[in-house]
């Protein structure tokens, strides 16, 4: 199936002719916090058939978005990985999770859950609240570090700061039910 264009010149379309198809930016989200596997892929975007998610993944690769790679030689995996083009895209996606975070209520029964998804708007309530430096930020056992000044996801880098944040307190943080302030007074 050809893919749809706005055919319009302008940079907002072309940026959505390129990952406003459904699941690209989700895709972006998860391989934000590192190289990923098919298989991985699969098992945290819940609803994305195996076909979708291969069109995806062959989709943004085509556009420099996502780059699929050899990792840890001594042992090979393929993995999908975001290329530079890619990781400029973290932002934006990190902007879209708090633009989110207020329609948050507390998770349906029906709804998909895995605490890494909560770390990417929980490192832009930090970075509000004037926390500053790299936070090793963990929910309920999904840990990463973020450049709070760059908002860029690392990995190489010590920690200024370790937040431990339950998912109760990351819901309520996150719908604007609690400040970071509360929230401290919270995690003890």
Excluded at 75 to 80: G, H
Excluded at 107 to 123: M, S
Excluded at 151 to 171: E, G, W, Y
């Amino acid at each position: 199936m050809p893919r749809r264009s706005y055919a319009q010149y302008d940079a907002v379309a072309r940026s959505l002719d390129v990952v406003g198809e459904r699941w690209s930016v989700l895709i972006v989200r998860e391989l934000a916090f590192g190289p990923r596997r098919y298989t991985d892929l699969h098992a945290d975007l819940p609803g994305i058939s195996t076909d979708v998610l291969a069109a995806r993944l062959k989709e943004l690769e085509a556009d420099g978005v996502v780059e699929r790679r050899t990792f840890a030689p001594s042992a090979p995996v393929r993995v999908y990985d975001l290329t530079d083009r890619g990781r400029e895209l973290i932002p934006v996606v990190i902007t879209l999770a708090a633009w989110g975070s207020p329609l948050l209520a507390e998770p349906q029964d029906t709804d998909a859950v895995r605490h890494h998804w909560y770390l990417l708007p929980l490192a832009t309530v930090l970075r509000d609240a004037g926390v500053e430096g790299v936070v090793e930020l963990t929910v309920e056992g999904s840990t990463c570090r973020f450049d709070l000044k760059s908002m860029r996801v690392v990995h190489d880098v010590a920690p200024d700061t370790a937040v431990t944040i339950a998912q109760k307190v990351a819901d309520e943080l996150l719908a604007g039910r609690l400040t970071w302030t509360e929230a401290q007074a919270r995690l003890g």
